[in-house]
Each structure stands twice: as structure tokens, then as C-alpha cells.
């Protein structure tokens, strides 16, 4: 086929997908979205909401495979691996023991403090191009630790981020009361991050951001992709049901499920599911003043436009085995003994599948097979954050211009 009746088409309706579609349409191309399941509720939907910049340390870094074994054998613990999916694991955690070794940390610090700047200047652009400014909001953040211990164990990762160019000052007692009362009084230790920025319910912003582009043109199909060919002019899209699509140009975007259409170009990538847990509890369950960071215990709390989300942990599922639910409310326990005046009642619970490669660095550029298909997926806990810059790298290569930052680091041929 000579002229594909698809320019651009876009596969995921997730933060990445929307991102990269509002980039698209920006260069004047003509966006049609394939959604496998409802629009936006993938894992976009039940993230915490925070556009994390500073979070340039990954979870691969030295020394984390002598505290893993202690995590395993709590099943309710921050990282969970159910026996019945470990065998499965081994490649993956075999690449993320490599990846934690001294030189490959240092080199993934660097890729994610080399995007991050990017990051928080595209959000800004986008929610202002959009009008969508009134879904975000400038809370700050507290990064809370137990003890002077912690906090010092952690201070060569915050020299990091200082480094990096993000601003932060430790605090006491008296000024986390200031900064958020109502939390247990053996919370003695913190570091404030003023500029740190809230979106007040993920689903909705993904979702109107969607809506956005569709405003403008775009096209909403549904379909399960489950293959992606190349073509003399452009790509060919495989779905379960119904005819193949043609397209000039084909992103994609499809978070969890992008390792096996991937696969079906003969590009093979480490992805696995950190499968995510939380409550949303009802508004008023805590006068939540901002984002609060429970470092030493895996959970984060933050105030979204609908409620109070209490969310984190890491469960080495995959995208079969069923949700366990224990882990949502091992969490929100855990989160009334830190905020003693927590009402824990009325919550509503979520898993979701965070899409995570062994190294820790997203999937950004073309397919080994064409220039034509590319790929945007992979981000991990970062997807909400690092979204606009991935939208806006996917659009600068599509436009053959050169991109903002380097994408070799993100290039899929690093994992052959």
C-alpha cells in the first residue's frame, strides 16, 4: 500500500500516549488512538499524581539486593514476589542485579537527571498550550524518614538531586508541624521540597487531556493490537478483530502490554509489571496539605482533587495473576500509624501494572525494523513525570529533527 490512510497512528490512550498524540498534532500531523480497554484507565488512572523531577535515583542501585531478601519474606511488604510467578522473574531480576552494579547506577542517574529538566519544562508548556493548568497544582513535598539514621543513609542520594539542580532543605520537628500537622510525633526528620507539583486526579488529566486532542481532530479506535509490520510506507497494525490498519508513522505506546507487539518486530526488551497498589480515601479523611514520602516504609500519600491517595509498594506479578488486595490494606494500616487521625473508611482500592524494564530506563525511539515505528514505553514509576518529555522526543525524531536530549541511552538495541 502506497498511501496509508492513517498518518499517525497512536497506540495506548495512557499519560504516554496522550502526551505523545498533543506532540504529534503539534508538528500538524493527524493522530488516530487504538485503545485495548476504556480510555485512560490503564495505569495512568491510579498513580499517586506526583510529577516526581527530582526522582532521578533508581530502585537498581547499590545494595539493593541485601535488603530484597528481608522485603520478600514479607508478603505485605514493599516489594512482594508471589511464588508461584518467581521462576518467571529470574531474567529480569538478573538484569536489575547487573544494573545495580556502581558504574551502570552512576550511568542511569545521569540518563534520568539528562530528562527530568526536559520533563518539568514540557509539563509547564503543555498545561499552559492545553489550558489544563487548573488540574495541577504546586503543593510541595515532604520526604519523611524515622530516624536521623535514615535520613543520613540517604543524604549521598539527596546530594544527587542537589547536583541535578533541584532544591530541597532538611527540616525538624517544628517545621514538618508547620508544613503538615497531624502526623505521629516520633516523625522527627524530613526534607521540604518546595517546588514539588501535584496533578489532581491522574485519570482525569490523561483523560482530558484525550479529550483534547480529539478536539482537534483526532480519531479514538478501539482494538487489541496484538502485531506490528513494517511496510514500504510506513507500518501495518495487527489487531485480534477487525482489519489491519496502515499508518505513515506508528507509536508504540501500549505500557504493559507494548513487550509482546514489541516482540512481534523482533525487538526485544526486559519489561516486566511492578504491579502498583492503593486506597483512595474519601475527601476529609485527613487534612492533607501536601505530598508526603514515608521513605523508610514504601508509601507515599498525597492529595488528589477526589480524595486522599495512599499508594506504593512493589509486587512482582505480572499481568495474569489476581490482584491481592491485602497489600492495599496492609498499606493504609501502615498509614494510620504515621497520620493517627486517618479515617481509613470508605476507600476504594486499585492495582495497576507499572511497565518497568531491567535497567530502569524507558523505551524512547525507533523500532530495530523501521524509522516509522516507535517505541514510547517502559517508564516505570515515572510515566506520569517523564510523559511530556517523552511525547515531545517521540515528535522530534517523527519530524526527523534532531532531539532534545540523546536517545542512544533509550535506544532499544541495548538490550541485544
Known amino acids: 500500500m502506497t498511501n ?64 530484597a531478601p528481608k522485603w520478600l519474606i514479607d508478603p505485605l511488604g514493599p516489594l512482594s514476589l508471589p511464588p508461584s510467578y518467581a521462576l518467571n522473574m529470574v531474567p529480569w531480576l538478573w538484569r536489575l542485579w547487573r544494573a545495580s552494579a556502581r558504574s551502570n547506577f552512576e550511568r542511569t542517574v545521569a540518563v534520568h537527571a539528562s530528562i527530568m529538566p526536559l520533563a518539568r519544562a514540557e509539563w509547564l508548556n503543555v498545561i499552559d498550550r492545553t489550558g489544563l493548568g487548573n488540574m495541577v497544582s504546586r503543593t510541595g513535598t515532604l520526604d519523611l524518614y524515622d530516624s536521623e539514621a535514615s535520613l543520613f543513609s540517604a543524604s549521598t542520594d539527596w546530594e544527587r538531586k542537589r547536583k541535578a539542580g533541584f532544591g530541597f532543605e532538611r527540616i525538624g520537628r517544628d517545621e514538618i508541624e508547620k508544613l503538615q500537622p497531624g502526623l505521629a510525633p516520633h516523625i522527627q526528620h524530613a526534607i521540604f521540597s518546595p517546588d514539588g507539583l501535584q496533578v489532581g486526579d491522574p485519570y482525569e488529566f490523561t483523560k482530558a487531556l484525550v479529550d483534547n486532542v480529539i478536539s482537534r481532530g483526532a480519531t479514538l479506535r478501539a482494538g487489541d493490537v496484538k502485531a506490528i509490520e513494517p511496510t514500504a510506507s510506513g507500518a501495518r497494525v495487527i489487531l485480534a478483530d477487525g482489519p489491519a490498519l496502515e499508518a505513515k508513522t506508528v507509536v508504540l505506546a501500549g505500557g504493559a502490554w507494548s513487550k509482546s507487539v514489541a516482540a512481534s518486530l523482533g525487538d526485544f526488551v526486559p519489561l516486566e509489571t511492578e504491579r502498583g497498589y492503593n486506597t483512595t480515601l474519601p475527601p476529609g479523611a485527613f487534612p492533607l496539605q501536601r505530598q508526603l514520602y514515608f521513605n523508610d516504609h514504601g508509601f507515599v ?71 516509522n515505528i516507535i517505541h514510547a ?18 515528535a522530534e525524531f517523527a519530524a526527523g529533527r534532531k532531539p532534545s536530549i540523546d536517545l542512544t541511552p533509550f535506544d532499544i538495541g541495548r538490550f541485544r
Open 301 to 371: 500519600v498525597t492529595p488528589l482533587s477526589t480524595g486522599i491517595r495512599i499508594g506504593g509498594a512493589v509486587e512482582l506479578g505480572g499481568l495474569k495473576l489476581a490482584p491481592n488486595y491485602k497489600r492495599s490494606e496492609a498499606m493504609l494500616k501502615k498509614a494510620k500509624m504515621f497520620l493517627p487521625e486517618l479515617k481509613t473508611e470508605g476507600g476504594r482500592q486499585w492495582m495497576g501494572f507499572r511497565p518497568s524494564t531491567a535497567d530502569c530506563i524507558p523505551v524512547i525511539g525507533p523500532s530495530g525494523r523501521s524509522p
Open 4 to 67: 496509508p490512510s492513517i498518518d499517525a497512528l497512536v497506540i495506548g490512550t495512557g499519560i504516554i500516549g496522550a502526551m505523545t498524540a498533543h506532540y504529534l498534532q503539534q508538528d500538524g500531523r493527524t493522530v488516530t488512538f487504538v485503545e485495548r480497554g476504556e480510555v485512560s484507565r490503564g495505569a495512568s488512572s491510579g498513580n499517586a499524581g506526583i510529577l516526581a523531577f527530582p526522582e532521578i535515583i533508581p530502585i537498581a542501585a547499590p545494595g539493593m539486593m541485601r535488603k
Open 377 to 394: 514505553f517502559g517508564h516505570g514509576h515515572l510515566g506520569l513525570t517523564q510523559s511530556a518529555a517523552t511525547g515531545r522526543l517521540v
